[in-house]
């Protein structure tokens, strides 16, 4: 077991070696760029809408059940859940420069916001905190990310 979390350390070691050599500066800040993996992946949703309907069994009724929308860069920029009333829930999502999500707003039922999310990470791209604000812009809460290794 000791071995395999060598090999594993090792092998995280060098991934975040090589993120660290692909880390673009921002505000005098260096952050992780977007890896290699997730830039395929965005480049198949490119101006992406997709639809998700249910239907009743019984009655065969049809309904809209959730859309997202992706940008001309295959990010998610929208997403938007559905209940037989309407609108449930819809979040926008912002990027950064580095191509991370900087920032998610939460609307109610109503198309209300109801929470902001701003975001930082750490050097190596992963989460460092999250910032929850209210909707009238006052700070309510922050969340900070911790990340262990099990042996």
């Known amino acids: 077991m000791k071995k395999l979390t060598i090999i594993l350390m090792a092998a995280m070691l060098v991934c975040l070696y090589a993120g660290a050599q692909e880390t673009t500066a ?14 395929a992946k965005r480049a198949k949703r490119k101006n992406l809408t997709v639809k998700e309907w249910n239907t009743d069994d019984h009655t065969k009724t049809r309904w809209l059940d959730r859309v997202t929308v992706y940008d001309s860069e295959g990010r998610k920029v929208e997403e938007t859940e559905y209940a037989s009333y309407g609108q449930r829930w819809r979040v926008t999502y912002k990027y950064a420069e580095n191509g991370l999500i900087a920032e998610e707003v939460e609307y109610n039922d109503k198309n209300k916001p109801s929470r902001i999310k701003r975001y930082e990470y750490n050097a190596d791209g992963t989460k ?23 042996d």
């Open 26 to 39: 921002t505000s005098g800040k260096t952050q992780a760029a977007v890896s290699p993996e997730t830039l």
């Open 128 to 150: 460092g905190k999250q910032y929850n604000y209210l909707p009238n812009g006052k700070l309510f809460s922050v969340k900070v990310f911790e990340y262990t290794f099990n």
